[in-house]
C-alpha cells in the first residue's frame, strides 16, 4: 500500500527582507502525489501458456505444419498407392472390380466380357507359375553349358595367340584378361555398395512421395489453400440447406433454425442431372419462390459455384423451386458434334420426326417436333442464332417433301449451302432484298389463301410443307422504304407490308403447312412488334441483355418460372438457348428448357446439304436481284417460251426466258414472274404440288390486254 511522505523545508533568504515579524526564514510543508498502483506480474506458467499459444495458433507455424504433415503423408499415401497398384498388376482384383461395376450398372454383357477377361488371365498367370518350376533346372543347365563353352572359346583363343607369337604363356592370357575384368568390378561393386546402401532407400521414399503427389495423397486439411478450398465441391443435402440458410432471407433462415432435423426435409432427393444435379426444395410458410430466384448470384456462391452455373426453376408443386447445379466448369465445355454430321443415313420427317438440336442441361438430347409451328429465334448479335436456326433447316432439308423461301438479310453466304435445295433464296442487305424478301412473304400469303381455298373444296387435300425463313428480320421490320402506293415495307402498322404478310401467315398458315420462321437481334417493340413475336409457337433466346428483352422473347410466363436468357454470358454461352415450345419434351411442370446447341460449321453443313440435294429432283433455286426488263414485253417472251405446250413449270419458264433474253431476265426469280402475271389471269398455280404455268391462261391474258388496248384507243 502506497504511503503519502511529508517533507519539511526550511526556506532562508539570502538577503533578509523587511517582514512584519521581522522574520529571515520559514518551513514550507510538501506532500508527494500517491503513486499509480504497480501492475501485477502474471505467473511464469501463465506467461509461456501465451507465448506457447502465440506461437502454436500463428498462420506461419499452422501453414508450415500443414507443409510437414503433407509431404510425410504423401510417402504414406504414395506407399499405398503404390501397393494397390502392384497388387492389381499381380492379382485378377482389377477385373473383379470392374465386373462389379457392370454388374451395379445393369450392363450385364460388359460384366460377362469382364468376366471373361479375368478368367483368361487367371489361366495365363497359372501357366507362368508352372513354368517357374521347371525353371531354375533349365537355367542350371543352361549357365553351366553357356560357362564351359566361354572358357573353351578364351582357352582357344589363346592357343591362337600362343601359335601367333610363339610364346606358350600367351595360352592363359585371354582367360587372366576376363578374371580380371571381374575383379575390377567386385571392386566398383565395394566402393559404390556403402553409398548405393545409403542412398537406395532415400530414392525410393522420394520415388514414393512423387506418386503421392501426383494424386494428392493428403488428408484435406494438409492440402493447400489452392486445393482445400470448397470451389466445385460436390453438391450433399447439408451444404445446400447451409446455402438457403445463409440466402439472406430471414424467414428461410428461422424456420431452417426451428426444424429439428436442421432443414433437411426441405429437400428432395438430389439426382444426377447430367453434368450436374437436381433437387426440389419445398420452401416453408411465408418464404415466396421469387425471393429465391432474385438471390441466383448469392445462391450460386453460397453452393461454391459461378453464376451460370446454377439455373432456378418453378416446378409444377407449390412453394417449391427446383435447383439445377452443375459440375464447376463442366458448361464451358463441348457437347460434341451433332448427330446430323456423324450419321449420314439420318433422315427427317415434318410431321412424325424431332431435331436433333442439341443437349438439355441434364446431358439429355433435346428434340424439336416443327409439325405446324411457326418458329423465332433471337438474341445479340454473333452468339449463335443462324447456326441454330440452320441445323433445323438442315435436319428438314432431308424430308424431301418440305419446300424452302429463304430470305438471308444479312448477305455474307450463311445459307450459300441451300442452293438447289430452297426454291427462293434472297441473300443480301440492301433495301432491295428486304423488298425482295417482303414480296416473298407476300407470295407466301398467297400461296396459303390458295391451298385454304383448295382445302374448302377438298378437305382432304394435302400440301407439302413450305417453310418461310426470313433471318435477320429486324432489318424487314425497320427498312423505310415504301412503294408506288407509299406503303412502307417495314413497320408494325396496319400498313406495313412486311408486317401484314407475316400476321397473315401466322394466323391461317399453320393449318395449310405454310410455316414463318424468322431470326432477329435485341428484340424491341419497334424491331420485333408484339403481335408478331407472340405469334411464335416455339420461341427460342440466346443471350440478351435486360429481363425485359427476355419477357420479350420468351413471354412473361417463362421469365416468372425462372427463364434467364439474360443471365447467359456474352460470347461465353455462345449457341446457349432458353427455349418455351410445346415441340419438346420437358420436365414436368417447367415452362421452359435451356438447350446448349450443336454447332454445324460450313463444310459439314455443304455435306449435309449435298444428301439433301441427292433426295430431291434437281431443284432449281431462284435468286431475287435487282431485275432489268426493259425494251421487253414479258408476257409476250412468255407466251413465245411456252411454245406449244399446254402446261410448264414456272422454273423451267425462267430457263427459258433466261436463253431467251440473259440480259432482260437472267436474274429474274419467281417473284419477277408473279409480279408480271399477279395481275392477269395467268398467274401461276400449283398443279401435282408444283407451280405451273398454262399456256391457255396467257393466250387469255394476251388477248385481253390486245382488247383492253383496243377499246382505249377507240
Same mark, same amino acid.
Given at each position: ?14 538577503? +533578509? ?59 504414406? @499415401? ?109 571392386? /566398383? ?11 537406395? +532407400? ?23 489453400? $489452392? ?86 426453376? /418453378? ?6 423451386? $427446383? ?39 441434364? @446431358? ?18 454473333? *452468339? ?26 444479312? @448477305? ?8 438447289? /435445295? ?42 407439302? +410443307? ?7 428480320? *429486324? ?73 425485359? *428483352?427476355?419477357?420479350?422473347?420468351? @413471354? ?13 454470358? *456474352? ?36 455435306? /449435309? ?80 404440288? $408444283? ?24
Amino acid at each position: 500500500m502506497s504511503e503519502n511522505v511529508v517533507h519539511l523545508y526550511k526556506d532562508t533568504d539570502p538577503e +533578509p527582507t523587511s517582514s512584519p515579524a521581522g522574520e529571515g526564514s520559514t518551513l514550507t510543508l510538501v506532500t508527494d502525489p500517491p503513486a499509480e498502483p504497480a501492475a501485477p506480474v502474471l505467473p511464469l506458467w501463465v506467461r509461456s501458456g501465451r507465448a506457447i499459444k502465440g506461437f502454436v495458433t500463428h498462420e506461419t507455424t499452422r501453414t508450415t505444419a500443414r507443409a510437414v504433415a503433407r509431404h510425410t503423408l504423401y510417402v504414406a @499415401g504414395g506407399a499405398r498407392i503404390a501397393a494397390r497398384r502392384t497388387w492389381d498388376g499381380r492379382t485378377a482384383s482389377r477385373y473383379e472390380r470392374m465386373l462389379r461395376a457392370a454388374e451395379a450398372a445393369g450392363n450385364h454383357e460388359a460384366a460377362a466380357e469382364w468376366e471373361e477377361r479375368g478368367q483368361r488371365y487367371r489361366e495365363a498367370r497359372h501357366r507362368r507359375r508352372m513354368d517357374l518350376l521347371h525353371s531354375p533346372l533349365d537355367a542350371a543347365k543352361g549357365a553351366a553349358v553357356s560357362a564351359g563353352m566361354g572358357v573353351g572359346g578364351l582357352v582357344l583363343l589363346g592357343i591362337v595367340m600362343a601359335i601367333a607369337t610363339k610364346d606358350v604363356t600367351e595360352v592363359v592370357t585371354p582367360l587372366m584378361a576376363v578374371i580380371k575384368f571381374i575383379n575390377l568390378m567386385i571392386t /566398383i561393386v565395394r566402393v559404390v555398395w556403402g553409398p548405393a546402401i545409403t542412398l537406395g +532407400p532415400l530414392l525410393a521414399l522420394l520415388a514414393l512421395w512423387s506418386v503421392g503427389a501426383h494424386q494428392q495423397a493428403a488428408p484435406q486439411w494438409a492440402l493447400p489453400d $489452392r486445393i482445400r478450398n470448397s470451389e466445385g465441391e460436390p453438391i450433399t443435402p447439408s451444404i445446400v440447406v447451409k446455402a438457403l440458410r445463409d440466402l439472406g432471407v430471414p424467414a428461410l433462415r428461422n424456420a431452417i433454425k426451428e426444424m429439428g432435423d436442421a432443414g433437411a426435409s426441405m429437400l428432395s432427393p438430389i439426382r444426377i442431372a447430367g453434368c450436374g444435379v437436381e433437387v426440389d426444395v419445398t420452401l416453408p410458410s411465408g418464404v415466396a419462390t421469387n425471393e429465391v430466384q432474385q438471390r441466383r448470384r448469392k445462391l450460386a456462391e453460397n453452393l461454391s459455384r459461378h453464376e451460370h452455373e446454377v439455373f432456378i426453376m /418453378i416446378p409444377e408443386a407449390a412453394r417449391t423451386v $427446383r435447383l439445377w447445379i452443375a459440375d464447376s466448369g463442366a458448361l464451358d465445355e463441348p457437347i460434341g458434334p451433332s448427330p446430323l454430321v456423324t450419321d449420314e443415313t439420318m433422315t427427317a420427317n415434318y410431321k412424325s420426326g424431332k431435331a436433333p438440336w442439341g443437349l438439355d442441361l441434364r @446431358g439429355d438430347a433435346a428434340e424439336l417436333s416443327v409439325y405446324q409451328r411457326h418458329l423465332l429465334i433471337t438474341g445479340r448479335s454473333n *452468339q449463335g442464332k443462324t447456326a441454330s436456326l440452320r441445323s433445323l433447316v438442315l435436319w428438314l432439308a432431308l424430308d424431301r417433301s418440305v419446300q424452302f423461301w429463304i430470305a438471308d438479310l444479312k @448477305g455474307v453466304g450463311d445459307w450459300s449451302m441451300l442452293r438447289g /435445295i430452297a426454291d427462293i433464296l434472297i441473300e443480301g442487305p440492301s433495301d432491295d432484298h428486304v423488298i425482295a424478301a417482303t414480296e416473298m412473304t407476300e407470295a407466301a400469303v398467297t400461296e396459303m389463301n390458295h391451298r385454304i381455298e383448295v382445302r374448302k373444296n377438298d378437305p382432304n387435300a394435302v400440301f407439302p +410443307p413450305l417453310i418461310v425463313l426470313v433471318d435477320e428480320a *429486324q432489318k424487314a421490320f425497320m427498312c423505310p422504304a415504301k412503294d408506288e402506293n407509299k406503303r412502307p415495307y417495314g413497320g408494325a402498322k396496319a400498313t406495313s407490308r412486311y408486317f401484314m404478310a407475316v400476321r397473315e401467315i401466322h394466323n391461317q398458315g399453320r393449318a395449310v403447312d405454310v410455316l414463318m420462321w424468322q431470326g432477329t437481334q435485341d428484340p424491341t417493340n419497334e424491331n420485333l412488334p408484339k403481335l408478331v413475336r407472340e405469334g411464335a409457337h416455339t420461341r427460342a433466346s440466346l443471350v440478351l441483355g435486360t429481363e425485359s *428483352q427476355s419477357a420479350m422473347a420468351l @413471354g412473361d410466363k417463362a421469365v416468372e418460372d425462372g427463364a434467364a436468357p439474360h443471365m447467359l454470358r *456474352q460470347g461465353l454461352d455462345k449457341g446457349t438457348l432458353v427455349v418455351t415450345t410445346d415441340g419438346m419434351t420437358m420436365p414436368k411442370g417447367q415452362s421452359f428448357i435451356t438447350v446448349r446447341t450443336h454447332f454445324i460449321d460450313d463444310e459439314p453443313a455443304e455435306a /449435309i446439304a449435298e444428301r439433301a440435294r441427292a433426295l430431291r429432283n434437281g431443284v432449281t433455286t431462284l435468286r431475287a436481284v435487282e431485275r432489268d426488263d426493259e425494251g421487253r414485253d414479258p408476257l409476250a417472251d412468255i407466251a413465245a417460251v411456252l411454245g406449244t405446250d399446254t402446261r410448264v413449270l414456272t422454273q423451267e419458264v425462267l430457263k427459258r426466258l433466261a436463253v431467251l433474253d440473259a440480259d432482260a431476265y437472267g436474274k429474274w426469280s419467281f417473284l419477277d414472274l408473279k409480279r408480271v402475271l399477279g395481275d392477269t389471269a395467268a398467274e401461276p398455280y400449283k398443279s401435282d404440288g $408444283r407451280m405451273v404455268v398454262a399456256a391457255d391462261r396467257i393466250a387469255r391474258a394476251l388477248a385481253d390486254r390486245d382488247e383492253a388496248g383496243s377499246t382505249s384507243a377507240s
